[in-house]
């Protein structure tokens, strides 16, 4: 593997200047304008443009956890699993079509917020309390452990170093609010997907080498030669990986309450557009959609290039790691044999992802901390400057927890992308449950809603373990469970969400009937107007552009 080169420590300097320059000035810019207002300081308010919204929906979206756990998944499963990538870009027009005019017109800037002004302080204080130990314990060490760990891989750098840089880093850019890391994120952004397309074009220069041939193209055609069954994008009963992609599920069942739980629940992803007018913010909704259709040319195909290369011998032994291959080291593989130059550029791609990742999820602890918790239960009167200071410290206080607790949880061990699917897949059904009950059916009250809180984690914890406790074989003639090899069937964890989060629906439907009699005073009503739902025509289009793109893609790889 190619050593971290001279100019390659340029090309990365230069990165790192530019985006900590960039900030600056827009920092400056904004104190000038709207000095230390709080709202400004955690939603940019009115100040983003639809191509910021959208790039940095994309920036804190993608990681580690793509740019190596998916990668990985690549290398082990094949293109199939950029149906999390792919799913995606349509949620996303969901999202804009019928979310987002729901939180603007109600002025909701978090999502214990909308809890709250639908169903009381109760319920909205339990999930406040709930995310902001899910997004330190699980997505912040995650992100920053992982990113950590593949940079120190290719540069050669401790590992501990390598997490304060990148937490450091982060912080700079989250200090600065929401406009700050909404601007850089375009920079962000576009070193993302230039290094990583430039990593995925020497990838397949390097297959197309397979046949003595040269250039992507040639290189993709050879690619499909070689691992023709890594492009099915519908995974058959019969197919070693069918727990982890569970046939039809990926485009009729759980993998749609994975991404609208994501893309529409979730503080650190809507919080980009929760500052924006309606048009602005579905523009960038749509934009991200588009983005989101390249991503898996950027983090799957390297993984498949990288089986292809290891399958012909060309990667030798590098892949293993105590004698065993790991699909996790595909990507920090093909970064190492970059030529000097372009390998400070990918690396500069991976940086910018795990930074903006970082600075949007710490972005989001600190609105929820200062709005939901410090200034309602602790200092109902604070001031502006207060506010933005309270937010400044829990960026602060959540990165140093982020740096000391990360070694400690077995990240590695796991993968990042399967740690975060792991631990919020066991509440994602009954959040998605509980905010769409909320927005759709006026007779939902406060007790079904921490139902779903608590049913749906405690049904998914059953069903977890359900296995071992009685033979479900009964269920496999109809698909929800399939023997994992070892006489004990299993259910699949997509269809383990898409079971809960129907099972929470029907619980909470009853426990609103019965409260149907003696009205529930924590419920409220939201402003809905079904005319928000109304588009534009340059909105349609471009959603229908999206439709067509991905019914060709799954019908070509069926």
């Known amino acids: 593997m190619n050593t971290f080169s001279a100019l390659d420590t340029i090309v990365f300097l230069v990165y790192f200047v530019m985006v900590a320059g960039y900030g600056l000035w827009v920092y400056r810019r904004k104190q ?7 709202h400004d300081y955690f939603l940019a308010e009115g100040s983003l443009t639809w191509w910021a919204i959208g790039a940095s929906l994309i920036a804190s979206n993608i990681s580690a956890e793509q740019f190596i756990g998916m990668s990985g998944s690549g290398f082990r499963i094949g293109m199939a699993i950029a149906v999390y990538e792919l799913m995606a870009a349509a949620t996303l027009v969901i999202v804009a079509v019928f979310f987002m005019p729901v939180y603007l017109k109600n002025r909701i800037y978090t999502m214990p917020q909308f809890l709250e002004q639908r169903y009381g302080k109760a319920v909205a204080t339990t999930m406040a309390l709930f995310w902001l130990g899910l997004y330190v314990v699980v997505n912040l060490t995650s992100i920053l452990y992982l990113g950590a760990l593949a940079i120190s891989s290719l540069s050669g750098i401790a590992l501990l170093p390598c997490m ?6 982060a912080a700079i850019i989250t200090l600065g609010g929401m406009k700050v890391i909404g601007y850089t994120d375009v920079v962000q952004v576009t070193c993302l997907v230039v290094g990583g397309l430039v990593t995925t074009w020497l990838a397949l220069d390097m297959v197309a080498a397979l046949g003595n041939k040269h250039g992507a193209l040639q290189g993709f055609s050879e690619l499909y030669n070689h691992a023709r069954g890594h492009f099915d994008m519908v995974l058959k009963r019969d197919n070693p990986n069918y727990m982890d992609l569970p046939g039809l599920s990926v485009l009729l069942g759980g993998m749609w309450i994975v991404n609208l739980n994501y893309w529409g629940c979730n503080q650190y992803i809507t919080q980009r557009a929760l500052g924006a007018d309606l048009p602005t913010a579905r523009k960038g909704l749509l934009f991200a959609a588009f983005l989101k259709l390249l991503m898996p040319v950027i983090v799957v195909l390297p993984g498949i290039a990288a089986y292809a290369l290891d399958k012909s011998g060309a990667l030798g032994d590098a892949m293993k790691v105590g004698g065993e291959v790991n699909p996790d080291r595909a990507y920090p593989i093909l970064l190492g044999l970059l030529p000097s130059g372009l390998k400070g550029i990918a690396f500069a791609a991976l940086t910018a992802a795990v930074v903006a990742s970082l600075a949007g999820k710490a972005n989001s602890i600190a609105t929820i901390f200062t709005l939901d918790i410090y200034k309602k239960a602790f200092n109902k009167e604070a001031s502006e400057q207060r506010m933005v200071w309270i937010g400044r410290v829990s960026v602060v206080v959540a990165m140093a927890l982020a740096v000391l607790i990360a070694p400690m949880l077995g990240i590695d061990k796991k993968g990042g992308f399967q740690y975060i699917q792991e631990y919020t897949g066991f509440v994602s059904p009954g959040i998605l449950a509980m905010f769409l009950m909320g927005f759709f059916w006026k007779k939902t009250t406060s007790g079904a809603a921490m139902f779903a809180t608590l049913g749906g984690l405690a049904g998914s914890i059953l069903l977890k373990f359900l296995p071992t406790m009685m033979d479900l074989s009964f269920l496999a003639p109809i ?15 997509l269809d383990r969400m898409f079971i809960v989060f129907w099972c929470v629906v029907a619980g909470m439907v009853v ?5 149907e009699a003696r009205r529930d005073a924590n419920t409220r009503h939201l402003q809905i107007d079904h005319g928000l739902f109304r588009v534009d025509g340059a909105f349609a289009f471009g959603s229908a552009v999206i439709c067509v793109l991905l019914a060709t ?6």
């Open 553 to 558: 893609i799954y019908t070509a790889w069926w």
């Open 164 to 169: 304060l840089f990148l937490a450091v880093f």
């Open 32 to 38: 000038a304008g709207s000095g230390l207002a709080s």
């Open 511 to 515: 426990i609103s009937k019965m409260a």
């Open 479 to 493: 698909g929800f469970s399939k023997d994992n090899g070892s006489g004990v069937f299993e259910i699949p964890f």
